[in-house]
C-alpha cells in the first residue's frame, strides 16, 4: 500500500525557516519521481516542487531561491526546505510520488499532509 508520512511543519513568522520532511512506502522509491504540492485556504491545489530519480528538479516559480527539494534514498524519505517563507506560503503541504495522478496531489489519499503557517 502507497503511503506519505509528512511531517515538519508549524507557524513561523515571515522570514523564516521550517524543512518539510516525507517518508514514503509501499513502492520502489529510487524509481520514482517525488513531488510536493500545497492547498491554501480557498485555493486549488498547486505543484511547489518535484525531484526525478535522476536528482533533477523543479520549483514552482513564487518558490525559486528560496525553497529546495532532496531526497534520502536510503531512507525513502523526500525534504523540503523552506527558507524565507511568506505569508502566501500558508498551506497544507503534501508530498506524492510521481506516478500518482497529479490530480489527486492535494487529495489526502495517500498521507494527511502538513500544515505551514506564516504570520506576518
Known amino acids: 500500500e502507497v503511503r506519505f508520512e509528512e511531517s515538519g511543519g508549524g507557524s513561523v513568522q515571515v522570514g523564516g525557516s521550517l524543512r518539510l520532511s516525507c517518508i514514503a512506502s509501499?513502492?520502489?522509491?529510487?524509481?520514482?519521481?517525488m513531488r510536493w504540492y500545497r492547498r491554501a485556504p480557498g485555493n486549488e491545489c498547486e505543484l511547489v516542487s518535484t525531484?526525478?530519480?535522476?536528482?533533477?528538479?523543479y520549483y514552482q516559480d513564487s518558490v525559486k531561491g528560496r525553497f529546495t527539494i532532496s531526497q534520502d534514498v536510503a531512507k525513502n524519505t523526500v525534504y523540503l526546505q523552506m527558507n524565507a517563507l511568506k505569508p502566501e506560503d500558508t498551506a497544507v503541504y503534501y508530498c506524492?510520488?510521481?506516478?500518482?495522478?497529479?490530480?489527486?496531489?492535494?487529495?489526502?489519499?495517500w498521507g494527511q499532509g502538513t500544515q505551514v503557517s506564516v504570520s506576518s
Open positions: 509501499g513502492f520502489t522509491f529510487d524509481d520514482s519521481g
Open positions: 525531484i526525478n530519480s535522476d536528482g533533477r528538479t
Open positions: 506524492a510520488a510521481g506516478f500518482l495522478p497529479s490530480s489527486s496531489g492535494c487529495a489526502g489519499h
